[in-house]
């Protein structure tokens, strides 16, 4: 990925019903057992009934992987992110995926910082793309709506996953990204007008820039004026903003020519932002013509 | 290139004997003395007064190169070989950062190749510093947080093969400084022996120390070096027989490798390699120029295994 990282194809889906690894009965006594452990020294309990509808990550990955990454195209590092844990909290997950994965990658999982994982995700691909011999790069961001606990704070509505394959640009369509900035302890009172003159330099307010805001950030309303504005729905703070941007990166005749998606995690205080700049397709005549997003 | 610049460990003063955990671990007296004679497990440190937060901060504050360094400090990866230790939203690791005033770092955690993820955060460290603009004599730091409690049963023992210790690590790194360069990186993982992976444990046994062995090949050939040439191997604390067969298998002289902290600590999760680091430190083992080599094998539900060849 000598030129940069460029964002070949996407799949994205929602999952019903828990995790079919749960239908055992040792992996669910073994998952309990760690879930009552890891909840009792800080006075919750663990709740067997709620966790029976949990997800696996393994399981939701696994299944875009499949649908995204075709058996030629072997893939070199692969990121895991995720804020909310899945039911099978103690497995190597991302080991797992690396084996399911064309190409046998490298991999590993990326938390315990919110909303702002798959963008730090983004950057060490980025940073892996320079280097010799990396051809692609899968990020996989993840998240499962069941926290079987009285946890104090909301679970995600929907079990809902998000794969983007990177590598070097395909002949058309794609989408490069061009900017991943990330600040840390921004404090709330600062954070619209961080975001607004972040947002000026990616380029937003201009008519073909649209600009895509999480819904950690949408309240501080920080788009300039007359710029092409999609907020995302509350409910999903993983995986939501990467869901929308996918909308607007795909293909159709009124897509701006670049998106610039934002988000700020609240409670750990990070601004992310990230820029995509939109490849044109060549025409229906291209062979390698694919569609962006594989839903 | 990547660098160590500085590295400190905690490990609670409690040593608890083998033995002790017989009960609690469902240990039959067999299992026990296998543990103690065979796999040359003595004791472990756990101390059930200190949190998690406890283990981080403490390594965290010996670390003395990082005092008046704070504010270079750009990153803090926290590399950890079991993946949930804490119930959501707790998150010992910004406790940790803003008790230490690194509230301005990207911090985050490294995890899901089980104990071998401590050198994944290193490489993963290396390359986020070497892409990050900087003024000259403002060069930015990563600071490598390791340090776990055994708190469930898969985190107290692995059967037949080890014990856990709880314990922490902090250790600096640069993008290139001086001492401690990192020359080569090679990490092979092994899926199929993860519960969905459909292969069995016996299968993980037989190919354990082959795997092992051909990341070590690997990662020496990057380096540009042999067996031969490395001054010292710091190992994974998984146990003495491990590296007892794995030396006879590549033919490294077993006195090339610091065993002595698999007795006195058993396997303290990601920071075996810090910890091991520490000692040959501490002891001189190492001059400069010295080349050595540090090995980890993450095995919980799948298997990881890497190894990096340093130059002191």
């Known amino acids: ?295 | 290139m990547t660098a160590i610049d500085a590295v400190s460990v905690f490990l609670p003063r409690r040593r608890v004997p083998i033995e002790s955990l017989a009960g609690a671990l469902r240990l039959s007296e067999m299992q026990v003395r296998l543990f103690r004679r065979f796999h040359g497990l003595t004791e472990v440190r756990r101390d059930p007064e200190l949190s998690l937060t406890d283990l981080l901060r403490h390594a965290a504050t010996g670390l003395t190169a990082l005092r008046g360094r704070e504010h270079r400090v750009r990153f803090v990866l926290y590399a950890r070989a079991f993946p949930v230790v804490a119930p959501y939203p707790v998150n010992p690791l910004h406790d940790v950062c803003r008790a230490l005033g690194l509230g301005h770092a990207l911090a985050f955690t490294v995890t899901q190749q089980s104990c071998a993820s401590a050198l994944t955060a290193i490489d993963v460290a290396g390359r986020l510093l070497a892409a990050e603009p900087h003024r000259p004599g403002h060069e930015p730091l990563a600071l490598i947080l390791t340090g776990e409690k055994a708190f469930t049963r898969d985190a107290q023992f692995i059967p037949e093969t080890s014990v856990f210790s709880e314990g922490a690590s902090a250790c600096l790194v640069s993008a290139h400084g001086p001492r401690d360069r990192l020359l080569s990186y090679a990490c092979a993982q092994r899926g199929e022996f993860d519960v969905a992976g459909g292969e069995s444990p016996a299968r993980f046994q037989r190919e354990y120390r082959p795997a092992l062995a051909a990341v070590i090949d690997r990662a020496l050939a990057e380096a540009g070096t042999t067996l031969a040439d490395l001054r010292l191997v710091l190992p994974h604390n998984v146990n003495l027989m491990t590296w007892k067969r794995l030396c006879k298998l590549i033919g490294l002289p077993l006195d090339r490798v610091l065993l002595e902290n698999i007795t006195e600590t058993g396997h303290v999760f990601c920071a075996d390699a810090f910890a091991n680091y520490r000692t040959a430190r501490d002891r001189d083992l190492l001059a400069p120029g010295d080349r050595y080599l540090v090995a980890a094998v993450g095995a919980g539900d799948g298997a990881t295994f890497a190894a990096m060849v340093f130059e002191h």
């Open chain 1, 1 to 295: 990925m000598a030129t940069g990282l460029h964002l070949i194809r996407a799949a994205r889906r929602e999952f019903d019903g828990p995790a079919a690894l749960l239908d055992d009965p040792v992996l669910r006594d073994r998952a309990g057992e760690y879930l009552t452990d890891l909840t009792r020294p800080y006075g919750l309990r663990f709740d067997p009934s709620a966790a029976a509808r949990g997800q696996s990550y393994g399981e939701m990955a696994a299944e875009l992987i499949r649908e995204l990454v075709g058996a030629d195209e072997p893939v070199d590092l692969l990121v895991l992110a995720f804020a909310v844990h899945d039911m099978l909290p103690g497995r190597a997950t991302a080991a797992y995926l690396s084996h399911v994965c064309p190409g046998t990658p490298m991999s590993f999982a990326l938390c315990d910082q919110g909303s702002a994982a798959p963008f730090t995700a983004l950057r060490i691909a980025r940073d892996h793309a320079a280097s010799a011999g990396c051809r692609r790069a899968l990020l996989l961001t993840v998240e499962q709506s069941v926290l079987p606990y009285a946890a104090g704070v909301a679970a995600p509505e929907r079990h809902r996953a998000v794969a983007m394959l990177y590598g070097d640009a395909p002949p058309d369509g794609g989408a490069r990204v061009t900017a991943v900035r990330q600040h840390a302890d921004v404090d709330p009172a600062d954070v619209a007008a961080l975001a607004a003159t972040e947002l000026r330099e990616l380029g937003a307010g201009q008519p073909d820039v649209a600009v895509v805001l999480g819904a950690g950030l949408a309240p501080a309303r920080p788009t300039p004026a007359g710029a092409p504005l999609t907020v995302v729905p509350p409910g999903q703070p993983t995986t939501g903003l990467w869901w929308t941007l996918l909308d607007q990166l795909g293909d159709g005749p009124d897509r701006p020519r670049a998106v610039v998606a934002a988000d700020y995690e609240p409670d750990l205080r990070y601004l992310c932002l990230v820029r995509a700049v939109r490849r044109p397709r060549l025409g229906a005549g291209s062979a390698d013509l694919r569609p962006l997003l594989r839903h």
